[in-house]
């Protein structure tokens, strides 16, 4: 892709969902890294526990700031369209990560520093969601916070006919 496809791209209502998504996803990644290494290094928590209490308080934060910034959804979300569907993402990504940390967690569990633990831990973490991140942002856009026919008024969607 040339240097001027690519402005375009970043233009594009994609490319700025694309981003927004990214900086979602810096938001989420400090919450959710912040809380296992905190839960790893100074409660000295073992194997796949800090990956799923990590995952549950950084999805909050993930969940509203995707939804109404990222894809700029107002009013009430959806709760089978939206938060069910987002939730079952965030656990799919956990139980990926929990698997993914307690092998990191075993490798160096008999490591006599928590603080090495926690840094094998925490990449271990961020590698696993790494992973999923690109899939979960093709869902979100064509899927989970697509705009449907039932959320847009008659006038705009086509059923109301032509403005007389």
Same mark, same amino acid.
């Not at 996803?25 to 800090?50: D, Q, R």
């Not at 549950?56 to 089978?80: D, M, Q, V």
């Not at 799919?92 to 307690?102: D, K, N, P, Q, R």
């Not at 490591?111 to 831990?121: G, L």
């Given at each position: 892709?040339?240097?001027? $496809?690519?402005?375009?791209?970043?233009?594009?209502?994609?490319?700025?969902?694309?981003?927004?998504?990214?900086?979602?996803? #810096?938001?989420?990644?400090?919450?959710?890294?912040?809380?296992?290494?905190?839960?790893?290094?100074?409660?000295?928590?073992?194997?796949?526990?800090?990956?799923?209490?990590?995952?549950?308080?950084?999805?909050?934060?993930?969940?509203?700031?995707?939804?109404?910034?990222?894809? $700029?959804? +107002?009013?009430? +979300?959806?709760?089978?369209?939206? #938060?069910?569907?987002?939730?079952?993402?965030?656990?799919?990504?956990?139980?990926?990560?929990?698997?993914?940390?307690?092998?990191?967690?075993?490798?160096?569990?008999?490591?006599?520093?928590?603080?090495?633990?926690?840094?094998?831990?925490?990449?271990?973490?961020?590698?696993?969601?790494?992973?999923?991140?690109?899939?979960?942002? #093709?869902?979100?856009?064509?899927?989970?916070?697509?705009?449907?026919?039932?959320?847009?008024?008659?006038?705009?969607?086509?059923?109301?006919?032509?403005?007389?």
């Amino acid at each position: 892709m040339s240097a001027r $496809g690519l402005v375009s791209y970043a233009k594009s209502p994609t490319g700025v969902r694309l981003f927004k998504y990214s900086m979602v996803s #810096v938001v989420s990644v400090v919450v959710s890294e912040t809380t296992l290494i905190a839960l790893v290094a100074l409660f000295h928590w073992n194997g796949a526990g800090p990956p799923v209490v990590a995952t549950c308080i950084g999805t909050i934060p993930s969940y509203e700031l995707n939804r109404k910034w990222a894809w $700029g959804a +107002s009013g009430k +979300s959806h709760f089978w369209r939206e #938060v069910v569907p987002f939730w079952v993402l965030a656990f799919i990504g956990l139980a990926f990560s929990a698997v993914t940390v307690a092998i990191a967690d075993h490798w160096v569990r008999h490591s006599s520093h928590a603080r090495h633990r926690a840094i094998v831990d925490a990449f271990a973490y961020l590698a696993a969601f790494g992973v999923l991140w690109l899939g979960k942002f #093709v869902i979100f856009n064509k899927v989970l916070f697509a705009h449907h026919l039932d959320d847009l008024p008659e006038a705009l969607d086509g059923r109301a006919g032509l403005p007389t």
